[in-house]
């Protein structure tokens, strides 16, 4: 990076590396619309074959490929289940709603993980006052918990579940590549268990722009459809495909790095009074943890923060998130833990005044 701020803000700021930028600039390219360019195609064949699906089709972001997932398994009046945390119904402006007039369930998972038994009473009976019960949807790692993985065996059971119960299932997996490395369970084997399944190459592997959305080969010729209306349909885009071909070439097992340096983050936050993680174990690249409110608000430890060096996000009234990424070195985020215990040592010993600083986030 080009300043000494230590940016934990999230892993979508990674810049594209020299090599990856010379692989964007000698790409290959023709008009996408079409269907000929080739390098958007060898992405989408390699992206398939890695989550062993027929097909996959490359866009412009992961909230379009979740989007347009949840337009392909339902129509306009139908619901989906999702949990209550996920990035789908928190993040993407309720667009299942504007753009393709479905509706939502959610449900209070705990860390964002829920179980069948949370679900099983959810799904609509077939008379006409009900709406349509079509699509399950879960997210893995799942970002507002912390960048959890979803627990294997309860996943199988809740997709079992909801294909006995006619359901389609997608997996919203921006951040897939980190549960594979960090779990050893590949992303076939996850992505096995769902019909359409979404990643995200401007995430950890460091592509600057892109997503894939993943399933059968006649689902994906519809969503392909809906993306070109939707806006998602770009000509030579074979120049941005291939800084995410390199991602996946160049930038899957090195996510390893990136999670321990998130227990390296996470172990000092457990020595610090007044700081407790939340939930108390990090499974990948995301930190989130709770600032005692006694103390300061979460906009008033990450102001202080930004002060001494560390730019990271509140993402409620006493939480901050920590994010960990191709562009942060060991000895920023060796540096980055200190000034964190540091800083609330001194807003605790009263030698930091933070409790001016916003109330809000
Ligand atoms: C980042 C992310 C997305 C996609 O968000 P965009 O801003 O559209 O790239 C989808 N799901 C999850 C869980 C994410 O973290």
Same mark, same amino acid.
């Given at each position: 990076?080009?300043?000494?701020?230590?940016?934990?803000?999230?892993? +979508? *700021?990674?810049?594209?590396?020299?090599?990856?930028?010379? #692989?964007?600039? =000698?790409?290959? /390219?023709?008009? @996408?619309?079409?269907?000929?360019?080739?390098?958007?195609?060898?992405?989408?064949?390699?992206?398939?074959?890695?989550?062993?699906?027929?097909?996959?089709?490359?866009?412009?972001?992961?909230?379009?490929?979740?989007?347009?997932?949840?337009?392909?398994?339902?129509?306009?009046?139908?619901?989906?289940?999702?949990?209550?945390?996920?990035?789908?119904?928190?993040?993407?402006?309720?667009?299942?709603?504007?753009?393709?007039?479905?509706?939502?369930? +959610? *449900?209070?998972?705990?860390?964002?993980?829920?179980?069948? #038994?949370?679900? =099983?009473?959810? /799904?609509?009976? @077939?008379?006409?006052?009900?709406?349509?019960?079509?699509?399950?949807?879960?997210?893995?790692?799942?970002?507002?918990?912390?960048?959890?993985?979803?627990?294997?065996?309860?996943?199988?059971?809740?997709?079992?579940?909801?294909?006995?119960?006619?359901?389609?299932?997608?997996?919203?997996?921006?951040?897939?590549?980190?549960?594979?490395?960090?779990?050893?369970?590949?992303?076939?084997?996850?992505?096995?268990?769902?019909?359409?399944?979404?990643?995200?190459?401007?995430?950890?592997?460091?592509?600057?722009?892109?997503?894939?959305?993943?399933?059968?080969?006649?689902?994906?010729?519809?969503?392909?459809?809906?993306?070109?209306?939707?806006?998602?349909?770009?000509?030579?885009?074979?120049?941005?495909?291939?800084?995410?071909?390199?991602?996946?070439?160049?930038?899957?097992?090195?996510?390893?790095?990136?999670?321990?340096?998130?227990?390296?983050?996470?172990?000092?936050?457990?020595?610090?009074?007044?700081?407790?993680?939340?939930?108390?174990?990090?499974?990948?690249?995301?930190?989130?943890?709770?600032?005692?409110?006694?103390?300061?608000?979460?906009?008033?430890?990450?102001?202080?923060?930004?002060?001494?060096?560390?730019?990271?996000?509140?993402?409620?009234?006493?939480?901050?998130?920590?994010?960990?990424?191709?562009?942060?070195?060991?000895?920023?985020?060796?540096?980055?833990?200190?000034?964190?215990?540091?800083?609330?040592?001194?807003?605790?010993?009263?030698?930091?005044?933070?409790?001016?600083?916003?109330?809000?986030?």
């Amino acid at each position: 990076m080009s300043t000494s701020m230590i940016d934990l803000r999230s892993d +979508t *700021v990674t810049k594209p590396t020299a090599a990856m930028r010379r #692989a964007m600039a =000698e790409a290959e /390219v023709g008009d @996408d619309v079409i269907g000929v360019d080739p390098t958007v195609a060898r992405l989408q064949e390699r992206i398939a074959e890695m989550l062993g699906k027929e097909a996959a089709v490359y866009m412009p972001s992961g909230s379009m490929t979740n989007q347009i997932a949840v337009r392909v398994h339902c129509k306009p009046g139908d619901e989906f289940i999702c949990d209550a945390g996920c990035h789908i119904y928190n993040y993407e402006q309720a667009a299942y709603a504007s753009l393709s007039g479905v509706a939502v369930r +959610t *449900v209070q998972g705990e860390f964002g993980v829920f179980q069948p #038994a949370d679900v =099983e009473d959810l /799904v609509r009976p @077939d008379n006409e006052h009900c709406v349509r019960t079509r699509l399950l949807t879960l997210e893995n790692t799942h970002n507002r918990a912390s960048g959890r993985i979803q627990p294997y065996d309860n996943l199988v059971a809740l997709c079992d579940w909801a294909r006995s119960q006619g359901l389609a299932t997608h997996l919203d997996g921006a951040r897939l590549f980190n549960a594979a490395v960090a779990s050893g369970v590949s992303l076939s084997d996850w992505a096995q268990h769902f019909d359409t399944v979404s990643v995200c190459f401007s995430k950890g592997l460091g592509a600057p722009v892109g997503s894939a959305l993943a399933g059968p080969a006649e689902l994906i010729r519809e969503a392909r459809r809906h993306r070109k209306a939707f806006g998602g349909g770009m000509r030579q885009a074979g120049i941005i495909a291939a800084g995410a071909l390199y991602g996946l070439e160049h930038h899957v097992e090195r996510l390893a790095e990136d999670h321990e340096h998130a227990q390296i983050l996470a172990n000092a936050i457990r020595t610090a009074d007044g700081l407790e993680l939340r939930p108390e174990e990090v499974d990948t690249n995301i930190v989130i943890f709770r600032v005692d409110p006694a103390l300061v608000t979460a906009v008033g430890f990450t102001a202080a923060l930004k002060d001494r060096g560390v730019d990271c996000l509140s993402v409620g009234k006493d939480l901050v998130r920590l994010v960990t990424h191709l562009d942060v070195t060991r000895e920023q985020i060796m540096r980055g833990a200190e000034i964190i215990v540091n800083t609330i040592d001194e807003i605790r010993a009263g030698t930091l005044d933070a409790s001016g600083a916003g109330t809000q986030y």
